[in-house]
């Protein structure tokens, strides 16, 4: 199973929302199973507090986990904003693969800590938008594929099996003939 997890704040009228319809289009037509996770369209709160969160929010990030545990492939879209996910997708990422879940640590027979990936075997497509240039993504060294795909990610045991960015998005919601190519290749 795909599971989709979409973090824009516009699931309609956006460059990420057309993004979402064409890969759940060509899910579809490929009779491929899926879900969707949009984070804002649930609400999900992703702030961390020093309080007990409420049941609402610790039933949601059950159901997160779930799914994600469920899945074999992770489809991530979302827009590069300051070079960086969007705080909601920083905050589902810290709530829903946390240690317990998606890693844990192991005492090894010399008491060094040994790394449990517990989502190994899993792949992952990243989907992504910028409104600014490539040089000029390029020229900050691309942190989105160092945090995102290695450190969070390839840390789990999530392989990145495709990183898709759209540059200069602007105007209307349509996708380039390009972008539609690298897409469908990745599915």
């Excluded at 899926?34 to 949601?60: C, H, M, N, Q």
């Excluded at 960086?84 to 998606?102: T, W, Y």
Aim: net charge positive; aromatic share 10%.
């Amino acid at each position: 199973m795909d599971l989709i997890i979409f973090a824009h704040p516009d699931n309609l009228g956006s460059h990420n929302a057309a993004i979402l319809k064409h890969v759940a289009g060509r899910l579809r037509m490929k009779f491929a199973e899926f879900e969707v996770i949009d984070l804002y369209a649930d609400g999900f709160d992703p702030v961390f507090r020093t309080t007990r969160e409420p049941e609402s929010k610790a039933a949601l990030v059950r159901k997160y986990q779930q799914k994600v545990a469920m899945a074999d492939r992770l489809i991530f879209i979302h827009p590069v904003w300051w070079y960086n996910v969007p705080a909601m997708l920083k905050g589902f990422i810290e709530h829903v693969f946390h240690s317990g879940f998606a890693y844990d640590f192991k005492l090894s027979s010399d008491n060094s800590q040994i790394l449990e990936q517990k989502l190994k075997g899993k792949t992952a497509i990243v989907i992504n938008t910028y409104g600014r240039s490539k040089a000029e993504a390029k020229a900050r060294g691309n942190p989105l594929a160092i945090v995102l795909d290695k450190c969070v990610l390839g840390f789990c045991g999530i392989k990145v099996a495709a990183r898709i960015e759209w540059f200069d998005v602007k105007g209307p919601a349509l996708l380039p003939k390009e972008i539609v190519n690298r897409i469908d290749a990745a599915l």
